[in-house]
Structure formats: structure tokens, C-alpha cells
């Protein structure tokens, strides 16, 4: 791993831990990554591998497929993120986000994916064609670096018969376009994609934040989990905010527990060898507000979303590098 061979003060990487990425998924909310990157690495750490399903296998690949100097401005740009939010008024943000998110049911959104009429047969289509993602995606990301080595990256979709997790790993196999678009093949919306004689979907029917490769691993680790759904959340007053908490809870509360048991399956392991690590883990969840559109939020792609979304991620991180998690347990960030 040539570009991130020593932290700052010259620790070779067999002293140091192995530092990884696993980002979830969530359509639109994935510029939350964004943020969460960009705090990330104005830290300097080194970074050896990212893992992601559907919008996190789209985060992974932009960032194993560019030149470290474009880490940020690609993803800024597949993620429409700019710097600083549109102006719209915040007394009208809840209902722009819900017409910003009722347009992109209705015609799609340029640059991600628009409608597919009619869909065709004899395999289900989607009800939306991702071509527009495939194209932009194809321009940003350089696939001879992404299957370079310099940057190991795991992307994980279902197969849609048996419901098994698919890993495609870039430390055994070469990684291509129609990996990461089955990873996004998110049902109805979306088509699944056939790949080796496997229909495949979306990563997140079966692991939305894929850490579990990572945590199989030998030797001491400092894993950032980047999910884009709470677990926990306050108690719904009404059918938009229960909604929206169902859809929260139904991904958040996975991506927890699974974490939870595989950590300790890790320490159960490594006991078994004679061996003791001292892993860091840290747990980031996206926390929107009142001005999201409820179970809808994720199909708000406007500008002024992904932007207030970016720089979420980008505070998250940052509170995230202040704390001190206790070895081998979930560290939980919570900004107050």
C-alpha cells in the first residue's frame, strides 16, 4: 500500500493498526460520507481499505479510483455537494425537500438516473435506468488504480435468489462497472444485474454497512462505520416521522447489532490464538432534522440537501476525532 505506508512521525504500517472505511448505504443521504471523509483525512491518518454497499459502494470506488488530490473534488461532484447550502429559506425547507424528493420519483434526477419506459422483459428492469450514474461514474473513477493495490476496497451486493451477501474484493479479483451498479440495484427501483451467472441487488438487503470482511482480519484496527440511518431516534408524533423512523430502525438497528456480535466474535477469535487487540471502532450515523422529508429523504438529491448533509458528516467527524473510545467497544458519535 505505497501511498499510506506510515502515519505522521514515520510509525511503519506493521506498528500501526490497520485503518478502515465501511459506508453504508442510502441513496442521496451518501453525501454524508462526503463530509465524513473530508474531516477524516484533514486528520492525516493513513487509510488501507474501504468497503461499501450501494451509495457506499459508489463513496468506496470514487475514493480508491482517484489520485489522493482528487478525493474530495470527486466526490463533490458525483454527490452535486457544493460548498456552502442553496438558498432556500428554513421555514420552506421541509416542503422543498419533500417536492425536491416527489420530482426525482416522478422524472428521476439528472446525472443519477431517470425513468425506465417501458420497463422491458423478460427480467425485471427497475422502474428507474442508472445509465446517467454509470456514465458520470465512469469519468471519475480510474479502474486501473482502483484495482491497483494501492487502496484495498470490498463492495457488497445480494444475490437476489439465495438472499446471500456477494463480496467482490479488489485483494483477489478485478473490480468493474457492473459491480458497483449491481450493488445499488436497490428493488423496485432498480434493476438487478447479472454478473457470472448471478442475479445481483443491493448490498443493503443483506449488509448495508459491509464492515464484517474488515473484522476478519488479523491484527489491530481502527474502523469507522459510516451508516446513513440512526438507531436511535425520538418517539414518532405522527405518520411522517413514524414512517421515517421505520425505515431508520429497519437499517440503523442491523448495522448496530451486527456490529456488536462481530466484534465480539473477533475477540472470541483472537483469545483462541493467544492473541489481544486493542481495536478502535466508531459508529457515525447520519441525524437529519425537521427540514428532511421524512421516509422520503433519500430521494431529495438537490443541492441544498446534499450540501446540509456534507457538512453534517463533516462535524460528525471532526466531534468523532475528539473522543477516546474504550478498546473494542462500539463508540457511538453523537455530536450534543
Partial sequence: MTDHAAEPGGVSAAERPLT???FSGGLGLGAYHGGVFEALTSLRLPI???TGSSAGAITAALIAGSPRDDWLRN???YWHAPSSPSDVPNAGRHTFAW???ISTRVLGHSGFFHPRLPIPAPHYGGLYDLGPTRQRLQRLIDFGRLNGGDLRITICATDVESGDAVFVDSA???IEMDHILASCGFLPEFAPVQIAGRWLVD??????APFDPILETAGPLRLYVID???RDGKVPDGLEAASERKSDLTFGNQ???RLGYALEARQLRAELQDLHYEDEVYLLSYRPGREEAGPEKSFDLSETAMAQRWRAGFLDMQYAASLTPAPNEICSVRRP
Fill in 255 to 257: 448495522t448496530f447489532q
Fill in 48 to 50: 488501507d481499505w474501504v
Fill in 20 to 22: 478502515a472505511i465501511a
Fill in 75 to 77: 466526490l463533490r461532484s
Fill in 228 to 230: 446513513l440511518f440512526p
Fill in 203 to 208: 448490498g443493503g438487503f443483506s449488509l448495508n
Fill in 99 to 101: 417536492l425536491s424528493s
Fill in 172 to 174: 483477489s479479483e478485478r
